[in-house]
Nanobody
Framework: QLVESGGGLVQAGGSLRLSCTASGLTNSAYSMAWFRQVPGKEREFVAAISYSGDSTHYADSVKGRFAIAKDNARNTVYLQMNSLKPEDTAVYYC?????????????????WGQGTQVTVSS
């Protein structure tokens, strides 16, 4: 139901934009979030946006560099990633919640995409 795209390999300091398109559920009715995970570690919260789009929240590690946005007409949520660092390397997952408000825990989100790899070289 959630399909991510836009991952890839980029040099440190570069930018990428991830997209997540929802099908089978109305993107506008759900809060959405991005998480990331590296092998051997737990899935980590990155950014979230409320269903209306007027409230966002970021992990301290990405604040000021990443931006989350929604396009309800396209059922799509985006993650614009700027000033990328090697420590941003991970598989990035899109997540959807049945709640109108965001949260930073994985348990808040019953809907998940398959993940897209982001690799930042130094």
């Amino acid at each position: 139901q959630l399909v991510e795209s836009g991952g890839g390999l980029v040099q440190a300091g570069g930018s990428l934009r991830l997209s997540c398109t929802a099908s089978g559920l109305t993107n506008s009715a759900y809060s959405m979030a991005w998480f990331r995970q590296v092998p051997g570690k737990e899935r980590e919260f990155v950014a979230a946006i409320s269903y209306s789009g007027d409230s966002t929240h970021y992990a301290d590690s990405v604040k000021g560099r990443f931006a989350i946005a929604k396009d309800n007409a396209r059922n799509t949520v985006y993650l614009q990633m700027n000033s990328l660092k090697p420590e941003d390397t991970a598989v990035y997952y899109c997540a959807g919640s049945g709640s109108s408000w965001w949260a930073t825990t994985v348990h808040h989100y019953p809907y998940w995409g398959q993940g897209t790899q982001v690799t930042v070289s130094s």
